[in-house]
């Protein structure tokens, strides 16, 4: 089974959109569990779509990385696979791949994607996100999707849980810790993941400062050294 880790916070129409790409996978032996670091609407809009595979709880801490770990601790799935609740997987074939992939060989499964802007319910444009990374380029940019990243669950056993201290760079620190453990990075072919930004993700510029020092708090954890503050959008070029 595939534990998909859904983290939702007052975005019921998103996060159904998620859940219902992750139900037109043909890959059928997965249990989404959907953590609601909110009102309680993430929960109802789960519920609505009466399917026994998803899961709805309330966030056992405070913040989305903690509304992850509370998704690890009611996954039961031999998988973990991420997918945030305002974006959603284009390929109804992707959960095939990442169980085929992970059957083969234990490492970080990850796959390329499109950057979709969008506003007041419409997409204006998509901008390919589709990069080979690598243990060395990870020191550098986080040119991974995490929702399109896939692992054993095992790796948690060994590595711990996600970080909260690593606030928005919970991903990038998680990504440095799997193959700091010596896992490989595994690349899926195509793109299947697209990443929603909207309004309620592009507010970065009212959080330089906040976002400065959680970048800082990555590098000295990982001795990184410098880091260039950057977004997904700027990595892609399209800033």
């Known amino acids: 089974m595939v534990s998909v880790l859904i983290p939702t916070h007052n975005r019921p129409q998103l996060l159904l959109r998620a859940l219902r790409s992750l139900q037109l996978q043909l890959y059928p032996d997965w249990q989404a569990v959907v953590v609601d670091d909110g009102d309680g609407s993430g929960i109802l809009a789960a519920h609505s779509l009466h399917d026994p595979r998803i899961l709805a709880v309330r966030n056992e801490g405070?913040?989305?990385?903690?509304a992850r770990n509370t998704a690890l601790a009611h996954a039961s799935g031999?998988?973990?696979?991420?997918l945030d609740d305002d974006d959603w997987w284009l390929d109804p074939t992707h959960l095939h791949r990442v169980v085929r992939a992970l059957k083969a060989?234990?490492?970080?499964v990850y796959r390329g994607g499109y950057l979709v802007?969008?506003?007041d319910g419409l997409e204006l444009e998509r901008i390919p996100f589709d990069f080979k990374a690598s243990a060395q380029s990870l020191k550098s940019d986080n040119h991974l999707l995490a929702?399109?990243?896939?692992y054993p669950r095992f790796l948690h056993d060994q590595l711990g849980c996600f970080d909260p201290e690593m606030a928005d760079y919970w991903d990038w620190d998680w990504y440095l810790r799997v193959v700091g453990a010596g896992y490989p990075l595994i690349q899926l072919p195509g793109r299947g993941v697209a990443v929603s930004l909207h309004g309620g993700n592009m507010s970065y510029a009212a959080r330089l400062e906040e976002r400065q020092k959680n970048l800082e708090k990555l590098s000295s954890k990982h001795n990184l050294g410098p880091l260039k503050l950057k977004d997904h959008r700027v990595i892609a070029g399209a800033a």
């Open 62 to 66: 405070q913040g989305q990385v903690e």
């Open 105 to 108: 060989q234990a490492g970080l």
């Open 147 to 150: 929702s399109g990243t896939a």
């Open 78 to 82: 031999q998988i973990i696979a991420l």
């Open 117 to 119: 802007l969008e506003r």
